[in-house]
């Protein structure tokens, strides 16, 4: 069974740290593109991280550059989201997707993937 499982959410001060972890199961995820999503009330999702396999390329959304970092464990089939100087704004809750490339794809579009986490609540407190 494909499944993708987020963990690490929670409440966290402003200037404050959170990791999150994103398991995958029933599939190879380093073989996959990657996307971190995340979705505050009453907005559109927004792309914060996408992650090319075809050629490794990686994107930050402009509001969360140099506090963001992608990482992965291939050993774990895991990849992770470091979010450091988290903000109120940043509130929101998180989905990792993945999808298998295709000749033609844009790795920072939702629709793109196929394959979604269940989200994990992130809340910043000012």
């Known amino acids: 069974q494909v499944q993708l499982v987020e963990s690490g959410g929670g409440l966290v001060q402003s200037g404050g740290s959170l990791r999150l972890s994103c398991a995958a199961s029933?599939?190879?995820?380093?073989?996959?593109?990657i996307g971190w999503f995340r979705q505050a009330p009453g907005k559109e999702r927004e792309g914060v991280l996408c992650i090319s396999h075809s050629d490794g390329s990686t994107y930050y959304a402009d509001s969360v550059k140099g506090r963001f970092t992608g990482s992965r464990d291939n050993a774990k089939n895991t990849v992770y989201l470091e979010m450091n100087s988290l903000k109120p704004e940043d509130t929101a809750v998180y989905y990792c997707?993945?999808?298998?490339?295709?000749?033609?794809?844009?790795?920072?579009?939702?629709?793109?993937?196929?394959?979604w986490g269940q989200g994990t609540q992130v809340t910043v407190s000012s």
């Open positions: 997707a993945a999808f298998f490339p295709r000749p033609v794809q844009d790795v920072c579009v939702s629709y793109e993937y196929d394959y």
């Open positions: 029933g599939f190879t995820l380093e073989y996959y593109n």
